[in-house]
């Protein structure tokens, strides 16, 4: 369902089932309502359900008839009040976002950086702006909730950049992953939203109203965090800098740590593989990237990867924290963020993490350095195995003497590496193996564990 179009419906569907604000004392008795007035009965009648505030609204604007609910009544109010609001520029402005927020084939920068404008001129209509804007972040948010597969959630909830930051949000819809800014947590978007009504004063006309929306919200996101994309970055993660891998691309993001696992945000156990299958069900990729503190153990991502390959998974994609280097913009919402972070992946194949287990045929997709194990043509297989002693490299012609990954250049026709290493290795260190390898091999694959 579009997010604009349930922004604007009278009849909002987050207010369903609930009491109406109760209704002011009727302002008809001195004729003529004015614009700004006018915009305060439509959005307690919009958005807080008030029939007796329709039904002065219907007769104010003399539409004639029962009041009704529903998008062509919206459409009929807007056309109705914009000539009253001509005069008088905020009116008009909502006015002429209202309308376009209707309209599915209307970009929404345009409007929301009116809305926007509106609540930074702090005049009489800035509450029933930062009613509008964060109407557009509460049914992004939920929109997000209602949909299947990371990349889509996290897509919709970016929406919300919209009602919570001034630049451009085009950047964070672009297809190509290295375009993209970093996504922002929906928990920081929701907060921006939620301080334009907190910000309306208790004795404004619509702050009942505003601290209405506030609590449904509140409630709504309780109930429905485990359908949200999982609210990190790269410093909640705690992830090593490491530079050369694959942007993010919005897959799956199966969290590791020394209590647990979790996979977009919801816990799991460590033979939890039923959570985990139907999540990469839904994304379509049969792709993960793990994300785990520099100083964990090899064994906890091992076996975590394990469960991901009996899930499902072909391929994961080991998360780093890379630098970006691009200028921010005035007016994003990472502005001022020093160093901007994002997630990035070195991708490697599962196919051989757990022998004797039949695979499915190879994606089409996958990017480079992770198509070990399939049909990657005849050529020489190296090894490489990371122990406490240091790494070495084993070849056709055996192992192999002085720094393993500069040997591994010298492997001619190389079509694959398997990587091992002993369980007790810090991750961080595996990492930067495999950081050094990703840039020599062709392809990468797992596989058990290397001797202490």
């Given at each position: 369902?579009?997010?604009?179009?349930?922004t604007?419906?009278?009849?909002a569907?987050?207010?369903?089932?609930?009491?109406?604000?109760?209704?002011?004392?009727?302002p008809?008795a001195?004729?003529?309502?004015?614009?700004?007035?006018?915009?305060v009965?439509?959005?307690?009648?919009?958005?807080?359900?008030?029939?007796?505030?329709?039904?002065?609204?219907?007769?104010?604007?003399?539409?004639g008839?029962?009041?009704?609910?529903?998008?062509?009544a919206?459409?009929?109010?807007?056309?109705?009040?914009?000539?009253?609001?001509?005069?008088?520029?905020?009116?008009?402005?909502?006015?002429?976002?209202?309308?376009?927020?209707?309209?599915?084939?209307?970009?929404?920068?345009?409007?929301?950086?009116e809305?926007?404008?509106?609540?930074?001129?702090?005049?009489?209509?800035?509450?029933?702006?930062?009613?509008?804007?964060?109407?557009?972040?509460?049914?992004?948010?939920?929109?997000?909730?209602?949909?299947?597969g990371t990349?889509?959630?996290?897509?919709?909830?970016?929406?919300?950049?919209?009602?919570?930051?001034?630049?451009d949000?085009?950047?964070?819809?672009?297809?190509?992953?290295?375009?993209?800014?970093?996504?922002?947590?929906?928990t920081?978007?929701?907060?921006?939203?939620?301080?334009l009504?907190?910000?309306?004063?208790?004795?404004?006309?619509?702050?009942?109203?505003?601290?209405?929306?506030?609590?449904?919200e509140?409630?709504?996101?309780?109930s429905?965090?485990?359908?949200l994309?999982?609210?990190?970055?790269?410093?909640?993660?705690?992830?090593?800098?490491?530079?050369?891998?694959?942007?993010y691309?919005?897959?799956p993001?199966?969290q590791?740590?020394?209590?647990?696992?979790?996979?977009?945000?919801?816990?799991?156990?460590?033979?939890?593989?039923?959570?985990?299958?139907?999540?990469?069900?839904?994304d379509?990729?049969?792709?993960?990237?793990?994300?785990?503190?520099?100083?964990?153990?090899?064994?906890?991502?091992?076996?975590?990867?394990?469960?991901?390959?009996r899930?499902?998974a072909?391929?994961?994609?080991?998360?780093?924290?890379e630098?970006?280097r691009?200028t921010?913009?005035?007016?994003?919402?990472?502005?001022?963020?020093?160093?901007?972070?994002?997630?990035?992946?070195?991708?490697?194949?599962?196919?051989?993490?757990?022998?004797?287990?039949?695979?499915?045929?190879?994606?089409?997709?996958?990017?480079?350095?992770?198509?070990?194990?399939?049909?990657?043509?005849?050529g020489?297989?190296?090894r490489?195995?990371?122990?406490?002693a240091g790494?070495?490299?084993?070849?056709?012609?055996?192992?192999?003497?002085?720094?393993?990954?500069?040997?591994?250049?010298?492997?001619?026709?190389?079509?694959?590496?398997?990587?091992?290493?002993?369980?007790?290795?810090?991750?961080?260190?595996?990492?930067?193996?495999?950081?050094?390898?990703?840039?020599?091999?062709p392809?990468?694959?797992?596989e058990?564990?290397?001797a202490?």
């Amino acid at each position: 369902m579009n997010v604009r179009v349930l922004t604007i419906v009278v009849a909002a569907a987050a207010c369903a089932g609930r009491p109406p604000v109760a209704p002011r004392p009727s302002p008809t008795a001195v004729a003529g309502l004015t614009a700004a007035e006018l915009i305060v009965l439509l959005d307690r009648a919009r958005l807080g359900r008030d029939d007796a505030a329709l039904a002065e609204l219907w007769k104010e604007l003399a539409l004639g008839g029962a009041p009704v609910r529903g998008l062509d009544a919206t459409r009929r109010v807007l056309a109705a009040l914009a000539p009253r609001a001509a005069g008088d520029a905020d009116a008009a402005a909502l006015v002429r976002a209202d309308a376009a927020l209707l309209d599915p084939q209307v970009a929404m920068l345009a409007p929301t950086r009116e809305l926007r404008a509106v609540v930074r001129g702090g005049g009489p209509l800035a509450a029933s702006a930062a009613l509008r804007l964060h109407a557009v972040c509460a049914e992004a948010l939920r929109e997000a909730a209602s949909l299947a597969g990371t990349a889509a959630k996290v897509v919709a909830a970016n929406r919300c950049l919209y009602a919570a930051q001034d630049a451009d949000p085009a950047p964070y819809f672009a297809a190509d992953a290295a375009a993209r800014p970093p996504d922002p947590p929906w928990t920081l978007l929701s907060a921006r939203s939620r301080a334009l009504l907190e910000a309306i004063p208790a004795t404004h006309p619509l702050a009942v109203l505003a601290r209405r929306r506030l609590d449904e919200e509140r409630a709504f996101l309780e109930s429905a965090a485990r359908s949200l994309p999982a609210p990190v970055t790269p410093r909640t993660l705690a992830l090593p800098i490491v530079e050369g891998g694959l942007p993010y691309d919005r897959l799956p993001l199966l969290q590791v740590a020394p209590g647990g696992m979790r996979i977009d945000g919801v816990e799991l156990g460590f033979d939890d593989g039923k959570t985990l299958s139907t999540i990469l069900a839904e994304d379509r990729r049969l792709r993960v990237t793990l994300v785990a503190p520099g100083q964990i153990e090899w064994w906890r991502v091992h076996e975590a990867l394990k469960l991901a390959r009996r899930a499902g998974a072909v391929v994961a994609e080991l998360g780093v924290a890379e630098m970006v280097r691009a200028t921010v913009p005035a007016g994003d919402v990472h502005a001022g963020e020093q160093p901007l972070l994002r997630i990035a992946g070195f991708p490697v194949t599962l196919y051989t993490l757990v022998p004797g287990e039949s695979a499915p045929p190879l994606p089409r997709d996958l990017p480079r350095g992770s198509t070990y194990g399939g049909d990657v043509g005849d050529g020489a297989l190296a090894r490489i195995a990371i122990g406490a002693a240091g790494t070495r490299l084993v070849t056709d012609g055996g192992p192999q003497t002085g720094d393993a990954v500069e040997a591994l250049r010298a492997v001619k026709d190389l079509r694959g590496v398997r990587l091992a290493a002993a369980p007790d290795v810090p991750y961080m260190r595996v990492l930067a193996e495999i950081a050094r390898v990703y840039a020599v091999a062709p392809a990468i694959g797992l596989e058990g564990y290397a001797a202490p």
